[in-house]
């Protein structure tokens, strides 16, 4: 039987759904994106070229949509998912015809600029990424709080309550769960990370056609989301993660075109990429990218 984990919901507000309540959070629960993740045999090169025949032959998500009216993006911007025993994969595909970045220094606050970003979610916990094209990052890791002690978090030395700060989102402030308990100087262990850029980084006396980013994430990095209900590291056939994708910009498109600068695989219907339960599900399947439907391969990659 495939084992489906439904992360990142809450107990209470699962239950409720169960027996037919409301759904209580700002993205339509019928239009939250679902994919299927599918095994490599050999480990990738992360270069951020994606230029291995397992991205060729991956699914790619569909063009990104403004986050929260859901209507289609200015540029073009996909992503996609491969993994194996050691790492889940990711691959961004950024459209921008002037590729611009200044953050050279990681952990710096790079949502003040163009980026791409990934949040990775546990039941109790979130993990989130953001990347810009000088190939510098940001991390945090998130606690519900609810979890905190019940979870036995507080007992870890990494997350004592001396190294968390109280957060409670973006615009969404009113989270059934409440709010939650951030590490801000959290790096994800053994994790790699690559960007190529097709032109001239801030150059604007050209075009470019844009950049393109990949990603390793070690399962075993995972041990922190996944200790709640002790799910497999690595995944088994069928498992669930919530994941989402995401690409923020310091520009919109002109009106009277509805664009909030931020752009995602899934809307959430609010300015707040801090709710899990808009989140992709992504399925992880043991079926080598082979076999994966020709007409979801990533067809327009960037050429090298």
Not at 32 to 47: F, K, M
Not at 86 to 94: G, L, M, R, S
Not at 99 to 112: E, I, K, L, R, Y
Request: charged content about 25%; glycine content about 6%; some cysteine.
């Amino acid at each position: 039987m495939k084992r489906f984990c439904w992360l990142a919901f809450l107990a209470t507000s699962t239950a409720l759904i169960a027996h037919g309540a409301e759904w209580k959070f700002p993205c339509p629960e019928k239009e939250i994106a679902s994919y299927t993740a599918y095994h490599v045999h050999e480990p990738l090169r992360i270069d951020g070229k994606l230029d291995e025949n397992a991205w060729r032959k991956a699914p790619r998500s569909p063009r990104f949509q403004d986050i929260i009216s859901g209507q289609p993006a200015l540029h073009d911007t996909f992503a996609a998912v491969l993994w194996d025993e050691v790492n889940i994969y990711v691959a961004y595909h950024v459209e921008e015809p002037f590729v611009g970045a200044s953050f050279t220094s990681n952990n710096a606050p790079v949502w003040q600029e163009n980026d791409v970003e990934i949040f990775i979610a546990g039941q109790d916990a979130y993990y989130e990424f953001e990347i810009n094209a000088f190939n510098t990052t940001y991390e945090a890791l998130f606690i519900w709080t609810d979890a905190y002690e019940r979870g036995g978090f507080a007992a870890s030395a990494e997350f004592e309550r001396k190294k968390m700060q109280g957060f409670n989102g973006v615009e969404y402030k009113t989270h059934p769960r409440g709010k939650r308990l951030g590490n801000f100087n959290w790096h994800f262990p053994g994790k790699q990370t690559a960007v190529f850029i097709d032109g001239t980084i801030n150059n604007h006396r050209d075009h470019d056609r844009g950049w393109t980013v990949e990603l390793a994430f070690p399962w075993k990095g995972l041990a922190t989301l996944a200790k709640a209900d002790g799910r497999s590291l690595p995944a088994k056939e069928g498992d669930v993660w919530r994941m989402d994708f995401s690409r923020f910009n310091q520009y919109k498109e002109a009106p009277p075109a509805k664009d909030s600068g931020g752009w995602v695989w899934s809307r959430h219907g609010v300015w707040d990429s801090h709710i899990p339960e808009c989140f992709p599900y992504i399925r992880f399947t043991t079926n080598d990218v082979s076999v994966a439907k020709e007409s979801q391969h990533l067809s327009n990659p960037i050429k090298q």
